[in-house]
């Protein structure tokens, strides 16, 4: 099944490659789109000041030797086996998982007072944005929320790369 049309133009761009890479890692495709629009917004360049890499925004340890971290196809594998271990870590739970991708899978067993304020805003804007595209809406407020406080930038950049009009 595709995407939802929530995301955005940046997102939607990879959503045939979303799909198979979820039905591939026996993910929705949807969690996954999630955590692409909130790790890089499409942007296969994308790089974070604590060092992760590409599309999904991957820490270099969970990389093999010899591995291009910025190939989409490597980037997705690496990046969804991580969420794929958070998932089973948070018994399933899409909300835990965010936290566990984010914040490291030890987050999921600790108290949410003891997460890093990076993580809880993740999961603030991750969790309603994965219910909208989950249950068929054809809009976010909590996306259009991350976008106006956090993406904005992130998605000109992907954008630009992506060479989207």
Same mark, same amino acid.
């Given at each position: 099944?595709?995407?939802?049309?929530?995301?955005t133009r940046e997102v939607q761009h990879w959503g045939a490659d979303i799909t198979r890479w979820a039905n591939a890692s026996s =993910? /929705?495709? !949807?969690?996954?789109?999630?955590?692409?629009?909130?790790?890089?917004?499409? /942007?296969?360049?994308?790089?974070?000041?604590?060092?992760?890499?590409?599309?999904?925004?991957?820490?270099?340890?969970?990389?093999r030797f010899g591995e291009n971290p910025y190939n989409p196809e490597t980037n997705a594998l690496r990046g969804l086996e991580y969420?794929?271990?958070?998932?089973?870590?948070? *018994?399933?739970?899409?909300?835990?998982?965010?936290? &566990?991708? *984010?914040?490291?899978? &030890?987050?999921?067993?600790? #108290?949410?007072?003891?997460?890093?304020?990076?993580? $809880?805003?993740?999961? %603030?804007?991750?969790?309603?944005?994965?219910?909208?595209? $989950? *249950?068929?809406?054809?809009?976010?407020? +909590? =996306?259009?929320?991350?976008? %106006? !406080?956090? #993406? +904005? *930038? =992130?998605? $000109?950049?992907?954008?630009? %790369?992506?060479?989207?009009?």
């Amino acid at each position: 099944s595709a995407i939802s049309p929530i995301f955005t133009r940046e997102v939607q761009h990879w959503g045939a490659d979303i799909t198979r890479w979820a039905n591939a890692s026996s =993910l /929705d495709p !949807n969690l996954v789109a999630v955590i692409m629009q909130i790790e890089s917004c499409g /942007d296969p360049r994308a790089t974070s000041s604590a060092g992760a890499m590409g599309l999904f925004q991957v820490m270099p340890f969970h990389f093999r030797f010899g591995e291009n971290p910025y190939n989409p196809e490597t980037n997705a594998l690496r990046g969804l086996e991580y969420l794929s271990r958070s998932l089973a870590a948070a *018994n399933g739970d899409p909300r835990l998982a965010l936290a &566990g991708y *984010n914040g490291g899978i &030890g987050v999921i067993t600790r #108290g949410e007072w003891t997460w890093a304020a990076e993580t $809880k805003r993740y999961v %603030r804007y991750g969790a309603p944005i994965y219910e909208d595209a $989950k *249950n068929g809406a054809v809009t976010s407020a +909590a =996306l259009e929320e991350w976008h %106006r !406080n956090y #993406g +904005a *930038n =992130l998605c $000109k950049q992907a954008s630009r %790369r992506l060479g989207l009009p």
